[in-house]
């Protein structure tokens, strides 16, 4: 909490003369037509089994063989505030509980996206978000901004230089995409709703502290951040040694439409700063090899994504992703794996004369390099895998479907499934087959 409120005053006193844009005699600026406050809210509840599935063997952080069933709860509520027409105060405070898996073990591409690596199942009342933002026109055309989660309803400049700082998920700002983003309403899948490949800056609820600008024109974007990172690997507190550790990234995404079809094309790059341990130094040691044993401040991790999505027809999307990380140093924030490639289909209800139902599938493959292999297989642990060895590795393959189908205003059920072929890159445990009920309202 400390971090947060330090953070926001920091961006409130540095951003405050250039968001009132005048000096003292300065007649203040117009607010933007529009409302001056949003409010919003939802909850989803994601219940998940699995099956007994073969396996040789089986280690610490292993997903266990016999059948389990989990159930995952989170709320959040999203407040706005319009200050003027160049600023904006957002605050999400957050409820989150349940247990996955094997304590969300096991499966470098988890299964529930809602789920988080939390030590207990009960849930807990957090702040999520805490931020203002600051935009500066950069031209005098506008565009419509419908009301929603952490936006108010009005007009905002289509040039425009975008300022955040505060307390947000990275993932808020990129990495976007319209088929497979959000865990709460798409697929549920780590390695389909975000790059997995993209070792992002967060603590263990997936949330950071820092600063964000974007630079936003008709047909294009760039965007850049830079946020802490936990102090420990997949850690409940932030790291303030910033200028050692920290995770920066930056994007580029160009827009089009061929034929009157929207898509968009993003390339993103990240490298990150961590008191982190490196797999081959582990590897050199006497005995079961330790990451955590060779973590030093500022180890570098590094890596790229690409990002794409095109609309087919009116009712039919496509979407794929493409990700890499040097995979020397290890995985610290977010999953396990150093290459991923996915691509999938959605298709709108609305061909069924239910427009608000939407059905998809995707595959993802999964790889980690050659020194994570090593470490696995040498009986090395990481923060979600480990299996004790590694005699067979192969390449994580998932399947995921669902369905969406929009009960009533505000309520929808997804039928989910996923297949997981190789679970942990071992081919000596597994196939194990996922079935998910999701339960999720929003206002």
């Not at 319009?82 to 989150?96: D, G, K, T």
Request: hydrophobic share 40%; aromatic share 12%; net charge neutral.
């Amino acid at each position: 909490m400390n971090q947060l409120a330090a953070c926001f005053v920091f961006g409130l006193l540095s951003l405050l003369p250039a968001a009132l844009g005048q000096t003292a005699g300065d007649p203040p600026a117009e607010p933007s037509a529009g409302e001056r406050w949003s409010i919003h809210f939802q909850a989803t509840s994601i219940g998940q089994e699995h099956g007994a599935f073969p396996s040789l063997y089986e280690g610490a952080n292993s997903l266990p063989p016999h059948p389990e069933h989990r159930v995952s709860l989170t709320s959040t509520v999203f407040l706005a505030w319009r200050l003027s027409s160049r600023v904006e105060l957002v605050f999400n405070p957050e409820m989150a509980g349940g247990r996955g898996f094997g304590n969300v073990t096991g499966i470098a591409g988890f299964t529930n996206g809602e789920m988080p690596r939390v030590a207990t199942a009960t849930p807990a009342l957090y702040p999520a978000r805490g931020y203002i933002r600051f935009t500066t026109p950069l031209g005098s055309d506008t565009e419509s901004i419908p009301d929603g989660p952490n936006q108010v309803a009005g007009r905002q400049p289509t040039r425009r230089l975008t300022l955040v700082a505060g307390k947000f998920g990275v993932t808020d700002f990129f990495d976007n995409n319209t088929y497979s983003h959000d865990p709460r309403s798409q697929f549920m899948n780590w390695a389909l709703m975000y790059n997995g490949a993209w070792d992002y800056p967060s603590e263990v609820r997936g949330y950071s502290a820092g600063l964000f600008a974007e630079l936003a024109m008709p047909a294009w974007s760039v965007r850049l951040a830079s946020a802490m990172e936990p102090t420990v690997a997949n850690g409940p507190t932030l790291d303030t040694r910033v200028v050692r550790n920290r995770g920066n990234v930056v994007e580029w995404e160009r827009r089009f439409a061929p034929w009157k079809h929207p898509g968009a094309l993003r390339a993103m790059g990240f490298a990150n700063q961590a008191d982190a341990g490196t797999y081959l130094e582990a590897l050199r040691s006497a005995g079961i090899p330790d990451v955590t044993s060779t973590r030093r401040n500022g180890t570098l991790k590094y890596g790229f994504g690409l990002n794409a999505e095109q609309e087919i027809a009116p009712a039919i999307g496509a979407f794929g992703r493409y990700g890499w990380n040097d995979g020397k140093t290890e995985s610290f924030a977010f999953a396990e794996i150093d290459r991923t490639l996915s691509g999938g289909v959605s298709v709108n209800g609305r061909l069924w004369r239910r427009k608000k139902d939407q059905a998809a599938v995707a595959v993802v493959r999964n790889y980690i390099s050659g020194d994570h292999r090593s470490y696995l297989a040498a009986g090395g642990m990481g923060f979600m895998l480990g299996d004790g060895r590694l005699d067979h590795y192969r390449p994580e393959d998932t399947v995921e479907t669902y369905y969406a189908w929009n009960v009533i205003k505000g309520w929808t059920l997804t039928l989910d499934y996923q297949h997981v072929q190789n679970p942990a890159y071992n081919a000596d445990r597994g196939p194990v087959s996922v079935a998910s009920l999701r339960i999720h309202w929003e206002r």
